[in-house]
């Protein structure tokens, strides 16, 4: 599991380039998780797993991160939650999760067969919960880290909340930093002030890494009932629509801060991964293009690979963050 | 178990009453397909659009995998120019279909709209004919007649223009025949696909007369395999505890008993 | 001009519907400026006037905003200025334009010559010349309004600066208001911590009207370079992608605040530009998709028309904020 | 003057080079496009793309107005599949072209890449055949010698991997011919279009040689029609003032003597 999954992972890697000698290293280090290759699956797009198993070879993934998980079974938004608009999806799940106990007696022992390192993203309703859901997690086998979910635009209470005042963020980070000692991802907003300085914040409370960008806060509205689409009104804007807001915003987080960046937001093949990377972001997550083509991730690491190659590196550390500009 | 599968499109025709019918050469799927299950459709030249989209199986024989689809948005309408030799993505097949294992029983199959595809192909499967109600606009709209005709089901038609059939809704056709049946005929078991108004009528229907109904719901889907929690459908287990189950794996097909709506929808469901 | 061109563009309209007794009524007054329907061509997407004059009819749309005019010419960044991205566009222009002078002396004649209302988008480099430029236009004849420029994201200095901290924001509106007479339109940027208060502010501060959405701060990056693709590295994102963005912010806007708000975003079609009257906006711009389509605005009128009609109302600003949420 | 057109496609075919060539029934615009313009071309397909795409104008005769492209991203992929009776909507002819009207010049034509389709057509309207230069990288990418050789003019080839004509770079041959002209011999009135490298070596030369030059640009576009200020270039006016010309409406074709490149392009132009 997590570190311990690396070796298997790499030597697979070896084994799918037998026939040239010269495989560049994929391996990237972020928030002390080693993950065999820079590509993870993005929260609440995999399920806890299983649910793409037969699908794509998990083990092929640099990591893997978990829907959000709460304290206690959580119901979500009633139907519809999810409606395509112009290049991207627009969603509002709420959160929908059958709390931790039940994640770590049904989906935990089914993750730590895998050699994976599992992120598991959690939240809470309040800060004393984001800390208790963390402390759990904190005695459980097989668990490479910890994502923050402080952006989820999609609940009322918890989530987003406490994502945009830096200094409210500043204050649960650091609570959680004292309840596990996993390493702390929080999960980023894209509707900020300042990316920069949250991300400064994030670090200076202790977060190991940050990850973003969370879904973009957004509606549809259907003109003939004049009515929200999404029961919840306000859902989150992901896919291929959001790629430029998020490839800004990853740049800017990751110039502000020294710990690692996880990039995410409309990727759907290694060329707009790259753009993460060469951005500044350590580690990319592929989230809705799965929902097309569930073998996406998969095509990313290739795609990076080849590029790594191409361009003469011999680690796919040499390519980030470096951006000219 | 599910594929994904590189399918070619080996036949693509109109199909009457606005329907089009593509048979894809899928030999994977169509060796594992049951009725009431669905393909997740990836259209190629939707480069930019994030989803798949869900179409019910029609019909799967040999290598062949047939899906009967209306064009009513930009997926579909690109759908529409699809030629012999295209190569679609195809995701299945998904979700649990109709029950066709029941022993004994006297299916009743109601259809609305694409509704009557899986419909067809469940009446295949069944071991005997019964009733079928097939409900539409106009004329034009009823589909699949000979395909349950052939299969010796008795074959009852509604149209809201009564330019065949019965005038009216296919509910109102269906509550008819109930009233005219000789007390103590033998229950139905209900199989039924089409708008949500009509499963709104059948779950009440169903609850109102005890009979077995197995309903399929339709619902935006992200995933289509269970990942993304964006199909939900409210239901209740044995205890009467309630849960939100994804219509694209504890689905498409309910069984009536499950299914929690809203009480202003079933009472308006009484009431017609 | 203004307001005094309303009666012969109603009449137009009229005409129009010649053939149906029931026409309903499109105009709509915002910030005082009569509008004979609520659909505006947005700054920077149709210049000054005349390079579209040819192709659609001036006189038909409800405004005409132009291209952001500073006191003195501007040259604006260096090409690459523009690139596709998935549903939209990302531009870096930096509000190139000739200066107030020459703007007056060039393009006003001919913008007075139409029946259109006038908005003239201005900013400054300085609060300062925020309200030099807006006391030049004070004297101008055949101005409806002007729209503050606080919230582009393609300029160094001056722009967005005075538009994401709403105290300077606030100071800036106040500061302005008091040298012209002209409507006051600040134009608000999507990247705020709370649009709701940032509409507030700008309403006590003296604004006759807000408008939003401003574009998106985005980046592509060429891996191939790995440079950005503008210019400028930073450039604002438009056109359908952001669409849902608009949306949820004009709602939000709109419920906060007393004055009319115009809504703009990736509007291409009537249901588009429905979604933002329902949502509270009492009039809508067309941008990019002009660039595709250049009649689209004179489209969305008419598709407008046929649904206040279709659902039986006798004026278009009986639709405006009736979402039910 | 220009036109917003919906163009029928009435021919559809390949070209040589990965090129091809489509005929569009746009009797308004073929009426009145003139040499190094350009149309601005709404793909209906690409239903989500925010732009039209810009090509230079082929030819233009009669109700016909042709156009050459090639399939390199998005749009042009779409475009690869248009077939007979498609209707395209076509804005223009959009900027300015090529004058045509100067007399007692020698026309020399330097192409490179699509480039040569307005060259071509520009052949055809100036008086007197010259000189003209194609460049490709092999000899399937050298198109539209026919054109020329048929209005009389002296075709000169250049490859990459001298699979025809001379070996290298067109500019290469075209120094070559330049050095080996006789002193004196009458200057030479440039015609070019093509990759920007080409119009950094033509610039110079033009200026070292005191020649008149006439360059084409490509530049992305947004509208197309000079309200955007996306397409910009660098110029100077007659007394030395810079500022940005718009290629969509003061270019795509620009007098030489106008154009600032970064010192950096120029310093590596004069030396290959
Ligand atoms: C289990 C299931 C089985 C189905 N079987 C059939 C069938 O056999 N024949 C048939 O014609 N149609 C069927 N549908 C409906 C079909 O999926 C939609 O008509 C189709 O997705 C429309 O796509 P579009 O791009 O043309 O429309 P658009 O409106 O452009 O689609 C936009 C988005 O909304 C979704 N969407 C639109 N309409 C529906 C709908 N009715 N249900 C679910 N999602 C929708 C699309 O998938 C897409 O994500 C089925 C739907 C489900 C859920
Ligand atoms: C004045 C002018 C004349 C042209 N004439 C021709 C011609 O005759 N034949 C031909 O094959 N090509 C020509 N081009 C280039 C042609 O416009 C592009 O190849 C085409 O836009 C590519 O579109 P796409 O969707 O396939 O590529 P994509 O890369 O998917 O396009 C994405 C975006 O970038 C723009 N873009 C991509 N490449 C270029 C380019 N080279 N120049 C400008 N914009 C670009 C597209 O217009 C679009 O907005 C011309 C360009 C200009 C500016
Ligand atoms: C259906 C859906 C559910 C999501 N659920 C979560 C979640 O539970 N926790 C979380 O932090 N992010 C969640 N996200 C956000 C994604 O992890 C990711 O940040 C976002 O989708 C942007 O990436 P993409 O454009 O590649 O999808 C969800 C996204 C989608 C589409
Ligand atoms: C090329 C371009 C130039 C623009 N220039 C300006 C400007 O000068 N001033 C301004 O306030 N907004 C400017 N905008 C923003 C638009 O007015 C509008 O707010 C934005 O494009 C969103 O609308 P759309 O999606 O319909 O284009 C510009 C947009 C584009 C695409
Ligand atoms: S569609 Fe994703 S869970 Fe059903
Ligand atoms: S493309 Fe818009 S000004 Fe040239």
């Given at each position: 599991m997590g570190g311990g999954g690396f070796k298997k992972g790499k030597h697979e890697l070896t084994r799918m380039n037998a026939?040239?000698?010269?495989?560049p290293d994929l391996a990237v280090t972020v928030a002390g998780i080693r993950m065999k290759n820079p590509v993870m699956l993005a929260s609440g797009t995999c399920g806890y797993g299983p649910e793409y198993a037969d699908l794509i070879d998990l083990n092929a993934l640099g990591a893997i991160a978990v829907k959000g998980i709460l304290s206690i079974p959580w119901e979500g938004n009633p139907a519809p939650r999810l409606v395509e608009t112009p290049g991207g999806l627009l969603n509002a799940?709420?959160?929908?999760n059958p709390g931790m106990e039940k994640f770590i007696a049904e989906y935990m022992p089914f993750l730590r067969r895998h050699k994976t390192p599992v992120i598991v993203n959690i939240w809470g309703r309040s800060m004393e919960e984001y800390g208790e859901v963390a402390a759990r997690f904190d005695d459980v086998e097989g668990i490479a880290a910890l994502e923050l979910n402080i952006s989820c635009p999609n609940i009322k209470a918890g989530g987003i909340e406490f994502g945009t005042d830096p200094n409210i963020a500043g204050e649960l980070i650091r609570l959680v930093r004292k309840r596990t000692r996993l390493p702390l991802i929080p999960k980023l907003s894209p509707m900020l002030h300042s990316i920069a300085q949250f991300a400064r914040i994030a670090e200076e409370s202790g977060a190991d890494a940050i990850s973003l960008i969370n879904s973009v806060p957004s509606m549809v509205i259907d003109i003939e009932s004049r009515r929200p689409v999404l029961s919840n009104g306000v859902g989150g804007l992901t896919g291929p629509a959001i790629r430029p807001i998020a490839v800004r915003l990853v740049w800017q987080a990751a110039k502000a801060v020294k710990i690692p960046v996880i990039g995410m937001g409309g990727i759907a093949c290694g060329r707009d991964a790259l753009e993460f990377l060469i951005a500044g972001a350590r580690a990319v997550a592929v989230g809705t293009a799965t929902f097309l083509d569930p073998g996406t991730a998969l095509r990313v690491v290739e795609e990076i690979e080849a590029y790594v190659k191409r361009q003469g590196h011999a680690s796919v550390n040499e390519i980030v963050g470096t951006l000219q500009f | 178990m599910r594929l994904m599968e590189e399918a070619r499109v080996i036949v693509h025709t109109e199909f009457g009453g606005g329907y089009r019918r593509i048979v894809f050469d899928a030999p994977g799927i169509a060796a594992i397909a049951a009725p009431g299950q669905f393909v997740h459709i990836r259209?190629?030249?939707?480069?930019?659009?994030?989803l798949r989209r869900p179409f019910s199986i029609y019909r799967s024989k040999g290598r062949e995998l047939q899906v009967m689809y209306k064009p009513v948005g930009r997926g579909t309408h690109v759908m529409e120019h699809a030629v012999v030799g295209d190569v679609y993505s195809l995701l299945g097949p998904l979700g649990r279909g109709f029950p066709v294992d029941r022993a004994g029983i006297f299916p009743v199959c109601v259809a609305g709209g694409y509704g009557v595809a899986p419909l067809s192909f469940l009446a295949e499967k069944l071991e005997c004919p019964g009733v079928v109600f097939i409900g539409g606009r106009k004329a034009q709209d009823i589909l699949c007649t000979e395909d349950f005709a052939g299969l010796g089901w008795d074959v009852r038609v509604a149209t809201e223009d009564g330019s065949v059939g019965e005038k009216g809704l296919v509910t109102e056709a269906f509550d008819r025949w109930v009233a005219a049946r000789a007390p103590g005929a033998m229950a139905p078991e209900i199989y039924a696909c089409g708008p949500e108004r009509l499963m709104h009528v059948l779950t009440e229907r169903a609850a109102r007369h005890g009979w077995q109904a197995w309903l399929s719901l339709d619902r935006p889907m992200g995933c289509g395999i269970g990942a993304c929690l964006a199909c939900v459908q409210r239901v209740r287990d044995a205890n009467g505890k309630q849960h939100w189950a994804r219509c694209c794996t504890e689905g498409p097909v309910f069984d009536s008993k499950e299914l929690v709506w809203e009480a202003a929808d079933l009472k308006k469901a009484s009431t017609n």
């Open positions: 026939n040239n000698t010269k495989a799940i709420g959160l929908q | 259209i190629p030249q939707l480069s930019q659009e994030a």
